[in-house]
């Protein structure tokens, strides 16, 4: 009999999921543009291989494209595998399966099913999004959370158990539960695959799995090849070699600008610091570095500047403003307008260098392509000090982040002369400043005078009041009544806040913007907020710890919000060492421990064991303890949270609000 998927495939995408167990395998798939669902098992009870390696050549044959959230690193090489053996069991899909999970770094691209070879074009929404890099790690389940899906459902069985016929059933709908909010999130994706699409047709060259800094880096290197060459890699003995300037020290005296200099005496001593160090590594380096001008403190670091009031709410009014001075493209345009680049690349690096940033001037702020381009840029600087990078050369790295402090310095220093103007802010790429309306004149003098001396770009904007915790957390209200959101204040899901961030209790933050902005009552506002999901917290614990509430097993990530009746939420993990074993006393060497511990065996000895004779057992943790919590994963029935405990959230909301003074 002939599958009727045959007769009903049309050219679009595929979204897809597997599950492998070591008697089942299944894949359910879903065509993004019909809805059309499928749905194929290997287990003891169904074989539906023959029907699934059809089903792939189908989708060739209709060129359609197979969309997943970490396909390209798990489930496609196990569907290749699939396809390439035939004759295969469940219990060898799920040794590949294994053996995927299991692999050690360096070793994952052993699976790795390269473009070329693949049956079925792959889109992996995990790479798109940059979710493969461990600041931005993100689960399936926590984009379930954030984008307010239904239903949040972790894996029903534990990994590695075999499963009854009974149990199948259950597995087949938790994939499609995985397939349907893979599909959500495809949706949410579509303009970053758009722009890859339009990329790809352009340059013909596959970008359609690349993070938005990793476009910006290989359409780098594209250029840099094509007007020189081997300047990013070269052939040597038939192999591709990377071409970096390794430096075995770096002396700052010799990258620092010239004509960087300074009046205060504190600004001094630290640009003489700087120019006295020589460095063998750029990691943490300028720990601890600081200086107090006027009773603000500037603290200097590998990354950049920062500083700040704190805990204050600043206000402008009829004779003082509130005046934000950011440069354009800080990091990039120091390169630009000081030739600086990795040694290797030469002068071509600054030219394409400055044509990647006239491009992003051309699409407006907030467009996607503006933001892709934003972060290609500084992650082109950001691979400079990468040892796996064809831009690798750690000299130039400090060129741009030292040079970039001791700038911003100087136009600090220069402003600062009056004792009028107070700063408020300096972090990264510019700084923010309350000064007299009167002496706006002047002010723009000194902005004129510094952007013709460094030959950068001051882009300015001005604030009617900030309510600022400190230089990460703070709310800045411009004076068309706009607000700029950062850290705990920050609560627009699309705009603010990254998909890879927690979106939890959103309700807080939005009463402290209510009491800080508009004079509203915290507790009034908490009271009749409407919407139930902005109440809506979540926890997630790896598959080596547990969820417990009220004492019973949870699956490992919940939703859940603070309620007057709920039960206490609580992470339980393995225990730190062997269980019933004493602890080891701190501040022994492992030698003499492992020496020590092969003669006492399990006998506890004071040489080598806490005096108090504790031992290792499982560690319990409370989650918003002495909280009771409501459990809310699937709520395809609708959402009551007519039991909230409103003193949490206002509690929490005070400390945005209420600690901050005029």
């Not at 003489?272 to 200097?300: A, D, L, P, R, Y």
């Not at 492992?590 to 504790?614: C, M, P």
């Amino acid at each position: 009999m002939t599958p009727d998927f045959l007769f009903c495939m049309t050219k679009g995408d595929v979204v897809f999921d597997i599950e492998t167990y070591p008697n089942v395998f299944t894949l359910f798939a879903v065509h993004a543009g019909t809805g059309r669902e499928w749905y194929f098992e290997l287990s003891p009870w169904r074989n539906d291989v023959d029907a699934l390696i059809q089903f792939m050549e189908v989708m060739h044959v209709q060129q359609c494209r197979m969309v997943g959230f970490n396909n390209l690193g798990f489930d496609y090489p196990v569907l290749h595998y699939i396809y390439q053996v035939r004759d295969v069991t469940a219990h060898q899909i799920y040794q590949k399966a294994m053996a995927i999970i299991k692999a050690p770094d360096n070793a994952r691209f052993a699976h790795m099913v390269w473009e070329s070879d693949r049956v079925v074009p792959q889109i992996d929404l995990f790479k798109i999004h940059h979710f493969d890099n461990m600041a931005r790690k993100t689960s399936l389940k926590v984009l379930a959370f954030n984008m307010r899906s239904e239903n949040i459902e972790d894996l029903p069985f534990d990994v590695g158990v075999e499963l009854t016929a009974d149990q199948v059933p259950t597995l087949k709908h938790y994939n499609r539960n995985d397939v349907k909010e893979t599909l959500t999130f495809y949706r949410e994706s579509l303009d970053q695959i758009r722009f890859r699409e339009e990329l790809t047709a352009k340059y013909g060259r596959d970008f359609m799995n690349h993070n938005d800094t990793k476009i910006g880096k290989d359409y780098f290197i594209m250029r840099l090849e094509e007007n020189r060459p081997g300047s990013c890699y070269q052939r040597v003995d038939g192999r591709r070699h990377m071409v970096q300037t390794v430096r075995e020290r770096i002396r700052l005296a010799d990258v620092i600008i010239p004509y960087i200099q300074f009046n205060d005496p504190e600004f001094t001593r630290i640009l003489h610091w700087f120019k006295e160090q020589t460095i063998t590594e750029t990691k943490g380096v300028f720990t601890g570095i600081s200086c107090s001008v006027k009773g603000f403190q500037f603290v200097f670091g590998t990354g950049g500047i920062h500083g700040s009031v704190e805990s204050q709410i600043i206000e402008a009014d009829d004779d003082n403003m509130i005046l934000d001075l950011d440069v354009a493209s800080y990091y990039p345009n120091i390169a630009i307008a000081n030739g600086f680049h990795p040694d290797h690349l030469g002068q071509d690096f600054c030219e394409i260098y400055k044509d990647v940033y006239q491009q992003r001037r051309g699409y407006a702020k907030g467009t996607a392509e503006n933001a892709m381009l934003k972060l290609a840029l500084n992650g082109v600087y950001g691979d400079s000090n990468n040892k796996y990078s064809p831009f690798f050369d750690p000299q130039y790295t400090m060129a741009i982040t030292v040079n970039g402090q001791l700038l911003l310095c100087m136009l600090a220093e220069a402003l600062m002369q009056t004792d009028t103007v107070q700063m408020i802010q300096i972090n990264t790429d510019g700084l923010t400043i309350r000064c007299p309306r009167a002496l706006m004149p002047w002010v723009n003098q000194v902005k004129a005078w510094w952007e013709q001396v460094t030959s950068l770009e001051l882009e300015s904007a001005e604030y009617s009041r900030m309510f600022i915790r400190d230089v990460n957390n703070y709310i800045a209200q411009y004076t068309d009544g706009n607000l700029k959101r950062k850290g705990a204040y920050a609560h627009c899901r699309k705009r603010e806040l990254g998909w890879h961030q927690n979106h939890s209790a959103l309700v807080v933050p939005m009463a402290a913007e209510a009491a800080l902005v508009r004079g509203e009552d915290i507790a009034e506002f908490i009271a009749t907020h409407a919407d139930p999901m902005d109440f809506m917290l979540r926890t997630k614990v790896p598959r080596s710890s547990t969820l417990e509430w009220g004492g019973d097993r949870v699956q490992n990530i919940v939703r859940y919000y603070i309620s007057n009746t709920g039960k206490p939420l609580e992470k339980v993990m393995p225990p730190a060492g062997p269980a019933g074993a004493f602890k080891r006393r701190s501040g022994i060497s492992d030698y003499f421990y492992q020496k020590t511990l092969a003669e006492v065996g399990d006998a506890w000895d004071e040489r080598i064991h806490t005096k108090n004779k504790s031992t290792y057992s499982e560690r319990r943790t409370g989650i918003n303890t002495g909280w009771l919590v409501t459990i809310c994963n699937d709520i395809r029935g609708g959402l009551d949270v007519s039991d909230l405990n409103h003193d949490w959230y206002v509690a929490e909301a005070e400390k945005l609000a209420l600690t901050l003074k005029r």
